[in-house]
């Protein structure tokens, strides 16, 4: 690891007249961002630390549920308001990494970690996302983990985050701080697709802040399930992984929303298959059609050719826990 300046502005507006200087990164729990800096897989010249800034807090709107940047996993997860409000946020949550990152990991960072992808981390192999244009080792390598959506000839990775996957379903809201004030993204517009570019992960500019995310309030508090597969238990990145969560009203689906991760390099949200559930009966038929829409446009590779029929099973099952089938 290389020797790097760290510095602590006093205020917001003080942290935005630094970051946008090239070799910058921001750091608050640094659960993603020092791993990276000890494979050499980034080297900042400086880290900006933010954790004095005044956004932990959590708390109800007139509109929905507001959560600071940096507020911590763990907090949200055990938080009352989101059990009650947003339990699908709660479950993903906590189906993420393990107790110890929870407790250090934000949730503007988790917004922000990067892939996992083998190739990505190993500087000895090419990577169109660690060194553009040098060639994605992944596409014809060992790529088990790997996406099945919206993937690109210049790679193949998959975005990690499980509390991302629920606040894509949940249409949440990023807001973010510039010098020119702030500015609103909605969650499934925040994280790109790779396209030829798979070095840019999200839209957010270089000199612009994540302050907090906005929940808009909803009726799927007591029909929804986040249901991850994953290889062991406890601190395991998805294979697949479902946000699920309906709008019930005598046995009909009045409402939907589903996404998914572990199969693209942002979020997938599965729009398509949710306007297939509305108005169906809340059973397991309706629920294998809408998977069986959900898997159009899907592509396999050599080694993850399994998720074509791992993830319409995840989606289906999802459904069932979360309408009380299971």
């Not at 970690?113 to 060194?131: G, H, I, L, S, V």
């Not at 606040?167 to 020119?180: Q, R, S």
């Amino acid at each position: 690891m290389k020797q790097f300046q760290f510095v602590r502005p006093a205020t917001q507006q003080s942290v935005l007249e630094v970051i946008n200087k090239p070799g910058t990164k921001i750091i608050a729990g640094g659960t993603n961002l020092v791993d990276l800096m000890k494979r050499g897989v980034t080297a900042p010249d400086k880290l900006v630390d933010i954790n004095h800034l005044p956004l932990k807090g959590i708390a109800a709107t007139k509109t929905g549920l507001h959560i600071g940047a940096l507020a911590l996993n763990s907090t949200v997860s055990e938080d009352k308001t989101v059990i009650a409000k947003q339990p699908l946020l709660s479950m993903a949550l906590k189906a993420g990494a393990s107790p110890q990152l929870r407790n250090m990991a934000t949730v503007g960072g988790n917004m922000m970690q990067r892939t996992r992808c083998t190739y990505f981390y190993d500087t000895t192999m090419p990577c169109n996302k660690r060194e553009p244009g040098s060639g994605c080792g992944a596409m014809e390598g060992y790529n088990r983990m790997h996406a099945i959506f919206g993937a690109s000839d210049k790679c193949i990775a998959v975005h990690p985050s499980d509390m991302c996957v629920a606040l894509a379903a949940l249409d949440a809201i990023v807001i973010v701080a510039g010098k020119k004030g702030e500015r609103r993204i909605p969650f499934t517009e925040f994280h790109r697709l790779p396209g030829d570019h798979p070095e840019s992960d999200n839209h957010l500019a270089t000199d612009e802040l994540i302050i907090g995310v906005e929940i808009p309030d909803n009726n799927f508090a007591k029909n929804s399930y986040y249901l991850k597969v994953r290889d062991r238990q406890s601190y395991a990145f998805a294979l697949v992984s479902v946000a699920a969560a309906l709008e019930i009203e005598n046995g009909t689906i009045k409402n939907a929303r589903l996404a998914m991760g572990g199969v693209a390099h942002k979020p997938w949200r599965l729009n398509d298959a949710e306007k297939a559930l509305i108005g169906k009966p809340a059973n397991e038929e309706s629920f294998k059609q809408a998977a069986a829409i959900a898997m159009q446009g899907a592509k396999a590779y050599e080694y993850n050719s399994f998720k074509l029929k791992l993830a319409p099973a995840t989606i289906t099952e999802a459904l069932k826990h979360a309408s009380g089938l299971v």
